[in-house]
C-alpha cells in the first residue's frame, strides 16, 4: 500500500498556493494577459498519478458523483471571483472576504469528507483528486474568462 503523506502534503500546498495567489491578486495587479490565472492549473499535475494507481477500485458512478460534486463546489467560488480595473489602470481579483470564507469552507468540507468516507486509501484519493479538478479547472478556466472581458474593456 502506498504512503500517502507526500501527496497529501502536495494537495495542502497547492490549496495554500492557489489560496494565496488569489488573495496577493486582490491587492497586487496581475500581470500580463490573465495566462497565470489558468497556468495553476497545471499544479494538480503531481496528482494525475492518482488516476493512472492500479490499487485504486472506484467504479464510474463514483467518478460522476465525485466530478458532480466538485462542479457544485466550483459554483460559489465562480461567483465570488470577479475582476475590475482600478484607478492606477490595472486589472486587480475584486475584494471578497465571501471568498475567501467560501474556499476556506469547501476546502474543511472536502477533508471532513475525506474522513468519513470508508473505501481504501488509494480509491479515497482517486476521487478527491477528481472532486478537486471538478471544481479548480471550471472555477479557473471562468476566472479566466472574467478576466478577459475586463483586459480587453479598456
Aim: proline residues 5%; hydrophobic residues 55%.
Amino acid at each position: 500500500m502506498m504512503n500517502y503523506s507526500p501527496i497529501l502534503i502536495i494537495i495542502i500546498l497547492v490549496a495554500a498556493l492557489i489560496f494565496y495567489r488569489q488573495i496577493i491578486s486582490m491587492f497586487k495587479p496581475i500581470k500580463g494577459k490573465g495566462t497565470r490565472i489558468i497556468a495553476t492549473l497545471f499544479l494538480l499535475t503531481p496528482g494525475y498519478a492518482l488516476i493512472m494507481n492500479p490499487n485504486a477500485e472506484v467504479t464510474p458512478t463514483e467518478i460522476t458523483v465525485a466530478l458532480l460534486l466538485g462542479c457544485v463546489f466550483s459554483i460559489p467560488l465562480i461567483f465570488t471571483t470577479g475582476y475590475e480595473r482600478r484607478e492606477d489602470g490595472k486589472i486587480y481579483v475584486k475584494k471578497s472576504l465571501v471568498f475567501v470564507v467560501i474556499f476556506l469552507l469547501l476546502f474543511a468540507m472536502r477533508w471532513t469528507i475525506r474522513g468519513l468516507i470508508n473505501m481504501d486509501p488509494d480509491s479515497r484519493m482517486l476521487l478527491f483528486f477528481v472532486t478537486a479538478c471538478g471544481y479548480l479547472i471550471p472555477w479557473k478556466l471562468i476566472s479566466y474568462y472574467k478576466f478577459r472581458k475586463v483586459y480587453v474593456a479598456e
